[in-house]
Each structure stands twice: as C-alpha cells, then as structure tokens.
C-alpha cells in the first residue's frame, strides 16, 4: 500500500507503478466512489497517448484563398474525433 499527500487543490499523485498498472495515461478518466469510509477509484474511460503528427489533416477549411486559424472549428474537429473514438 503507498500513501500519497493531498495538495491545498485536493489534488493528488496516483503512483507511477499504479498507473502503468492501470494503464492510466493522461485523459483518462476516474470515478470515484464513496464507500462508508473508503474511496474507490475506477478507470471509467482510457485514453490512447497520441502524437501531434497523427492530428495531421484533421481541420479542415472549407474555404480558398487565404486561411486563418479562425477559419478552423477547433471544438468541432475534436468533437468529431471524440465521437469517432466511442
């Protein structure tokens, strides 16, 4: 069993070796459980570590000419690629 110590946020580190063990990376999602006492953890959703090459041709810009980043619908292109994960 390992303690860890809780930041003034409420914020803790879960220990290197339970994350490899759990596979958890960054993005995963936790619940957590209240138990009488006890807190449980579950990992409710992983997520694959990517790379930024791999996000390569996913905005797409529907205009010609001249591009501007605000030509992009950021939230929608993730959107669309957290919907295609499920």
Same mark, same amino acid.
């Given at each position: 069993?390992? +303690?860890? +110590?809780?930041?003034?946020?409420g914020?803790?580190v879960? @220990?290197? &070796?339970?994350?490899?063990?759990?596979?958890? +990376? /960054?993005?995963?999602?936790?619940? =957590?459980?209240? *138990?009488?006492?006890?807190l449980?953890?579950?990992?409710? !959703?992983?997520v694959? /570590?990517?790379? @930024? *090459? %791999?996000?390569?041709?996913?905005?797409v810009c529907?205009? +010609?000419?001249? $591009? $501007?980043?605000? &030509? =992009?619908?950021?939230?929608?292109?993730m !959107? %669309?690629?957290? &919907? &295609?994960?499920d």
């Amino acid at each position: 069993m390992q +303690t860890v +110590t809780v930041s003034e946020k409420g914020q803790v580190v879960i @220990p290197a &070796d339970i994350r490899r063990r759990l596979a958890i +990376t /960054p993005g995963c999602q936790l619940e =957590f459980i209240l *138990e009488g006492n006890a807190l449980r953890v579950e990992v409710k !959703r992983r997520v694959q /570590p990517s790379l @930024p *090459e %791999e996000g390569y041709g996913m905005l797409v810009c529907k205009k +010609t000419g001249e $591009r $501007r980043l605000s &030509d =992009f619908d950021v939230a929608e292109a993730m !959107r %669309e690629m957290r &919907d &295609d994960r499920d």
